[in-house]
């Protein structure tokens, strides 16, 4: 049976560890089969949602996100611009409800929005990092409130991805796959980086934000800032090429943070390059359960390498030729191996989505089903099915996906009843 290493502690954490009851630090290792029980990917197509030309209300520029409510309404997160998002509804059998949200700098307007997520009674939350808040919408759209934040002045994290708690006057907040790094101090001196990437419950319930580490991800070792390259962007009075260099940035293919959230508000998370998904119970950072596969880690070769730089660059010189694009170059180092996994989801009801890596590092591949107890469910090939981009009740699952043309839509299924 594998082991897990955890990092040293400090006498005092070791102390208070010792006077714990022993049934409370009891951690069970679950070990699931490493053969593959394929699985149908038989989805009752309910409605989709976007078209090329329409009405205002179903022409997409860019969905960033979506969500479901307990009543089985969709909310979509269509960018507009860089700080321009717009929120629309769409019911349980795709009618057009309601589109909420424009961007200025009062109460209930965007400023820099970057993370958004949807309770289950309809409460929308919109993490406002030109506000230093987070916003709360009612399930009308209607503005209720702002949160502030307790950020410092200097420090802005790279990502602000976040998930709504289900049981309610909540969100997670966290890396979620996204790059991890800071930049300015007071003073403009750069910040001491971070040890690890932990998520965060965070209550809505006051004027200011209630915060609760109740995940702690590993985070592989940071080297120096690295340098990068900008073409005429400016931010904050200097140019981004110096803000850049100011920033520590993952490796490539550096194992990300993959999070996901239980039915109770426990939380489910891998953060290694193993097959490993590690569960904590709700209020607790604790991991008292390791889901495993034998599936290894792929070592990084020079052929991996070059094929990844020839795909990068095929799809920067696309981005370029389209036009109104500014191009930059960062250059980070390699991680030593390829990850496992590659993404990772949970659905209302409590099953755990898992997508291994595809043919390419930076791809999907086959998605396994578990449950948070370490039971297998089966196995979509990569061919059977994408991952959902979220799951909503009776087994609402939707998709975000593009045309020939690029054109956005949203395609909600509804998946059978063993994996929901």
């Not at 321009?84 to 200025?104: A, P």
Request: hydrophobic residues 40%.
């Amino acid at each position: 049976m594998n082991t897990i290493r955890f990092p040293s502690v400090s006498s005092c954490l070791l102390m208070a560890a010792l006077a714990t009851p022993s049934s409370l630090l009891a951690q069970e290792t679950v070990e699931i089969t490493g053969r593959d029980q394929r699985i149908d990917a038989n989805f009752e197509e309910v409605y989709s949602v976007g078209v090329l030309e329409g009405e205002s209300w179903e022409m997409f520029a860019q969905v960033t996100q979506v969500a479901f409510d307990a009543e089985g309404n969709l909310f979509v997160f269509d960018e507009l611009g860089s700080r321009e998002v717009r929120i629309l509804v769409f019911d349980s059998t795709g009618d057009f409800l309601r589109e909420f949200g424009r961007s200025g700098e009062g109460p209930g307007e965007f400023d820099y929005p970057v993370g958004f997520a949807v309770l289950r009674d309809g409460t929308t939350v919109v993490r406002d990092l030109g506000h230093r808040a987070y916003q709360l919408f009612d399930a009308s759209g209607q503005y209720l409130r702002m949160v502030r934040t307790s950020d410092a002045p200097g420090g802005v994290a790279s990502s602000r991805a976040i998930q709504g708690d289900p049981r309610g006057g909540a969100v997670f907040a966290g890396g979620f796959g996204a790059i991890i790094g800071l930049h300015g101090g007071d003073g403009g001196a750069p910040a001491a980086l971070p040890t690890s990437r932990p998520v965060t419950w965070v209550g809505l319930q006051g004027e200011v934000v209630e915060t609760e580490t109740v995940a702690d991800g590993w985070l592989p070792p940071r080297g120096e800032p690295v340098r990068g390259m900008a073409e005429d962007i400016m931010i904050g009075g200097g140019s981004l090429a110096d803000a850049l260099q100011q920033i520590a940035y993952p490796a490539r293919f550096e194992p990300a943070l993959l999070v996901g959230v239980l039915p109770d508000g426990g939380i489910v998370y891998s953060d290694s390059s193993t097959y490993a998904l590690k569960i904590t119970p709700p209020g607790s950072r604790t991991v008292t359960r390791i889901i495993r596969r034998p599936f290894e880690p792929e070592p990084v070769t020079p052929a991996i390498e070059r094929d990844y730089q020839e795909r990068l660059a095929a799809r920067v010189g696309a981005t370029g030729a389209s036009g109104g694009s500014v191009r930059f170059v960062i250059e980070t180092p390699s991680y030593h191996e390829i990850p496992v996994l590659h993404g990772l989801s949970t659905t209302w009801e409590g099953r755990i989505w898992v997508q291994r890596r595809g043919e390419h590092p930076e791809s999907g591949g086959p998605i396994d089903v578990v449950t948070a107890n370490g039971e297998y469910v089966g196995t979509y090939s990569t061919e059977a099915t994408a991952m959902p981009d979220a799951f909503g009740p009776d087994g609402l699952a939707a998709f975000i996906e593009l045309d020939e043309f690029d054109v956005a839509s949203v395609v909600v299924r509804r998946v059978p009843t063993e994996v929901r």
